[in-house]
């Protein structure tokens, strides 16, 4: 159930962008009755999912028309690009491709580390690295790109290739990093360069281009002293934000990336009769030291 107020002006999309507040134009009008909001009952293809999108991303056909809600966009609440929702689009793909899901499956879909459209990067990558001149595929830049070409496109904590990528989108930098898709812009030259500058970053960090994801990426308790390796993330400036959304945000040395929030704790509720329930708590049940029983779990993390 959701609620939202109507406001009066043109039906554009100027609910995603600042409006004067100072006129009377712009004021709230009310709720929206339910009747006005997006419905969806049994949707024809027998499923559908939500990683906070828009119900454009919620499954991948027999979606409700947009047209329907062309006088007030915002209920709609469509991402002008893919690159927004990739989580989204990459849980309808998992979902698309099962059948007769059971509980053993519906985790792995909820904790996949599957980088949605990576292999678009990775067929444009070695276009680029077959054209290449032999000065541009000296140093460090061979290994990493190797890496990346025969990454199997999953965030795993022990993928040295999911790294790689990572920081190669990283020395991409800017816009063309969030993209899901190279952009048809996007030259030889600028990939290779990429490359070049993620190999030193990998290498001035870590001493080495050949390092798990699960080193730099980590989950803890928020002002712990230890964490452990994980999987995934919200990397969405990188485009690879995964179905396992985790935020991540540096560690206190700045070594790493600690996640804290998101997916780091998950729960599967499978609505049968009775319901059944999975919960995976990697921090323990109990925060403080000092709280009585706290003494079984504290310490006993897993990820």
């Keep these: 159930m959701r609620g939202s107020g109507l406001r009066a002006g043109p039906p554009v999309d100027r609910s995603s962008r600042p409006i004067p507040g100072n006129t009377s134009a712009n004021d709230w009008k009310g709720i929206h009755a339910m009747s006005d909001l997006v419905q969806i009952e049994n949707p024809p293809c027998g499923w559908m999912q939500n990683c906070n ?11 409700p028309p947009r047209t329907r809600y062309a006088e007030h966009p915002y209920l709609y609440n469509e991402s002008p690009s893919p690159d927004a929702r990739q989580r989204a689009e990459m849980v309808t793909d998992l979902l698309d491709a099962a059948a007769a899901v059971n509980a053993e499956q519906a ?29 541009e595929q000296g140093g460090d830049t061979a290994p990493v790109c190797d890496l990346i070409r025969t990454w199997n496109r999953r965030a795993q904590p022990d993928s040295q290739g999911a790294l790689a990528y990572y920081f190669f989108k990283k020395a991409l930098g800017g816009d063309t990093a969030r993209k899901t898709e190279p952009p048809a812009s996007l030259t030889d030259g600028q990939l290779l360069e990429a490359l070049q500058k993620g190999a ?3 290498k001035g960090r870590f001493g080495d281009v050949a390092v798990p994801y699960g080193r730099y990426f980590r989950v803890g308790r928020r002002g712990g002293d230890r964490t452990w390796p ?20 540096p560690s206190r040395d ?8 998101g997916q780091s704790s998950t729960q599967i509720v499978i ?23 706290a003494e079984p779990w504290h310490g006993k993390e897993r990820s």
């Design 230 to 249: 994980v999987g995934g993330g919200s990397l969405q400036d990188l485009g690879m934000a995964t179905p396992r959304a985790i935020s991540f945000a």
């Design 200 to 202: 030193a970053l990998l």
């Design 107 to 135: 985790i792995a879909i909820a904790f996949s580390t599957q980088v949605w459209h990576a292999e678009r990067w990775q067929a444009r990558l070695e276009s680029a690295w077959n054209h290449a001149k032999d000065a």
């Design 53 to 63: 999108c828009s119900p454009a991303a919620m499954m991948n056909h027999d979606q």
């Design 271 to 293: 609505m049968t009769d009775p319901p059944e329930s999975y919960a995976v708590i990697p921090l323990g049940e109990i925060h403080f030291l000092n709280k009585p029983g």
């Design 254 to 261: 700045g070594k790493q990336q600690v996640g804290h929030t």
